[in-house]
C-alpha cells in the first residue's frame, strides 16, 4: 500500500506541475516573426563541447537570438549558463558565437551562473534587472522556462527551436526530461529558494540597452 501510495502521489505531482507550467506559458510562445518586441533576449545555456564550440541544440537557440537582434525585436542579450568550473564556459562560447556572428559586442551581457532555468530566470530579474524578455530555448523547454521566468517577475514571452528535432534520440531525452523537471520547476516556485549564486545587482543589461 504505501508504494501504491508514492506511485499515485508521484504521478499526481507531475500531472499538476506539467499542468501549471502548460497554464502559465498559454500565450506567451511564438515564432521569431511574431514575437512582440522585447529589450532583452534571455538565451538560456546548454552543453559546449570541450574545444569551446556551443552544441547543436545550444547554436540553434543563439541563432534565434541572432535573428531576434538582427530583426530589430530586441536590443540586448543575456546570455546565461554554467561556468562553475574554470575550464567550461557555456556564456563566454555563447557569446563568442552571436559577436562572430555580427552581435556587437556591447550588446551581449554574461551571466555566469545559470546553472539551472530557475536560477537564470531569477537572477536575470534579481541580479540583472530584467523586468521583460523574450526567452530562447528548445521548444520542449519552452513552457518551462517561460512560466518560470512569469513566476520569478519577469514579464516573459518565449521563442522556442525546433531545427534539431533531427538528433531524435536526444530531442526525445529532452521531451521525457521535461516531465521531472515540471515537479521540480513547481517546487522551486513553491519553496522560493534562491539561486546558486546572487550577490550584487550587475548593470550590464542597462549597459547594453543604453550602448
Same mark, same amino acid.
Given at each position: 500500500?504505501? @508504494?501504491?501510495?508514492?506511485?499515485?502521489?508521484?504521478?499526481?505531482?507531475?500531472?499538476?506541475?506539467?499542468?501549471? !507550467?502548460?497554464?502559465?506559458?498559454?500565450?506567451?510562445? *511564438?515564432?521569431?516573426?511574431?514575437?512582440?518586441?522585447?529589450?532583452?533576449? #534571455?538565451? %538560456?545555456?546548454?552543453?559546449?563541447?570541450?574545444?569551446?564550440?556551443?552544441?547543436?541544440?545550444?547554436?540553434? +537557440?543563439?541563432? !534565434?537570438?541572432?535573428? #531576434?537582434?538582427? $530583426?530589430?525585436?530586441?536590443?540586448? !542579450? %543575456?546570455?546565461?549558463?554554467?561556468?562553475?568550473?574554470?575550464?567550461?564556459?557555456?556564456?563566454?562560447?555563447?557569446? +563568442?558565437?552571436?559577436?562572430? &556572428?555580427?552581435?556587437?559586442?556591447?550588446?551581449?551581457?554574461?551571466?555566469?551562473?545559470? *546553472? /539551472?532555468? =530557475?536560477?537564470?530566470?531569477?537572477?536575470?530579474? &534579481? !541580479? *540583472?534587472?530584467?523586468?521583460?524578455?523574450?526567452?530562447?530555448?528548445?521548444? *520542449?523547454?519552452?513552457?518551462?522556462? @517561460?512560466?518560470?521566468?512569469?513566476?520569478?517577475?519577469?514579464? $516573459?514571452?518565449?521563442?522556442?527551436?525546433?531545427?534539431?528535432?533531427?538528433?531524435? $534520440?536526444?530531442?526525445?531525452?529532452?521531451?521525457?526530461?521535461? =516531465?521531472?523537471?515540471?515537479?521540480?520547476?513547481?517546487?522551486?516556485? #513553491?519553496?522560493?529558494? /534562491?539561486?546558486?549564486? %546572487?550577490?550584487? +545587482?550587475?548593470?550590464?543589461?542597462?549597459?547594453?540597452?543604453?550602448?
Amino acid at each position: 500500500m504505501p @508504494v501504491a501510495a508514492g506511485t499515485v502521489l508521484a504521478v499526481a505531482a507531475t500531472v499538476g506541475s506539467a499542468n501549471w !507550467i502548460r497554464a502559465g506559458a498559454e500565450g506567451h510562445t *511564438f515564432t521569431v516573426e511574431d514575437v512582440p518586441d522585447a529589450p532583452v533576449a #534571455l538565451v %538560456l545555456g546548454a552543453q559546449v563541447y570541450a574545444d569551446g564550440q556551443p552544441s547543436a541544440f545550444l547554436a540553434a +537557440r543563439l541563432e !534565434i537570438a541572432r535573428q #531576434l537582434y538582427a $530583426a530589430g525585436k530586441v536590443r540586448a !542579450i %543575456l546570455v546565461s549558463g554554467d561556468h562553475m568550473e574554470w575550464a567550461y564556459d557555456e556564456p563566454g562560447a555563447m557569446s +563568442r558565437w552571436l559577436v562572430d &556572428r555580427g552581435v556587437p559586442p556591447q550588446r551581449v551581457v554574461l551571466d555566469h551562473a545559470g *546553472f /539551472d532555468t =530557475y536560477d537564470s530566470c531569477a537572477r536575470a530579474r &534579481r !541580479i *540583472f534587472g530584467v523586468e521583460r524578455a523574450t526567452v530562447v530555448t528548445q521548444s *520542449f523547454h519552452l513552457a518551462r522556462a @517561460v512560466t518560470l521566468c512569469r513566476q520569478l517577475g519577469v514579464d $516573459a514571452n518565449g521563442v522556442g527551436d525546433d531545427t534539431v528535432q533531427r538528433y531524435q $534520440a536526444m530531442w526525445r531525452r529532452g521531451e521525457l526530461r521535461e =516531465y521531472g523537471a515540471s515537479v521540480k520547476a513547481a517546487w522551486d516556485v #513553491l519553496s522560493g529558494r /534562491d539561486p546558486v549564486h %546572487l550577490g550584487r +545587482r550587475e548593470p550590464g543589461v542597462d549597459d547594453a540597452l543604453r550602448g
